[in-house]
Nanobody
Framework: QQQLVESGGGLVQPGGSLRLSCVAS????????IGWFRQAPGKEREGVSC????????NYADSVKGRFTISRDNAKNTVYLRMSSLKPEDTAVYYC??????????????????WGQGTQVTVSS
């Protein structure tokens, strides 16, 4: 059974940092580009960052550039999202998803085959 599981969310103060993890099981994540998405209450799900299957190419939404860093360890079937300088507007449920291509190409939700259940990130003082 193909599955993605996110972890690492929590409550953090503005300016703080968190690292999210996305572990794949039943699917060899090395064959997939992996994206991180987020959804705040009352808002549509939006793409945050994506990394190619090899890890050599990354991209970021403008809202997180310079603050978030995506990386992957294919030996561990794991993708990470390091989030720094967090802002209250970063508060959302964060999801990882697998795209069955080597490269990222935007954040069209229908292009991602497998999704995790999400992890809550709350930025508040």
């Amino acid at each position: 059974q193909q599955q993605l599981v996110e972890s690492g969310g929590g409550l953090v103060q503005p300016g703080g940092s968190l690292r999210l993890s996305c572990v794949a099981s039943g699917v060899t994540s090395a064959y997939y580009a992996i994206g991180w998405f987020r959804q705040a209450p009352g808002k549509e799900r939006e793409g945050v960052s994506c990394i190619s299957s090899s890890g050599g190419i990354t991209n970021y939404a403008d809202s997180v550039k310079g603050r978030f860093t995506i990386s992957r360890d294919n030996a561990k079937n794991t993708v990470y999202l390091r989030m720094s300088s967090l802002k209250p507007e970063d508060t959302a449920v964060y999801y990882c998803a697998a795209r069955p291509f080597a490269y990222c190409s935007g954040y069209r939700l229908y292009e991602y085959d497998y999704w995790g259940q999400g992890t809550q990130v709350t930025v508040s003082s």
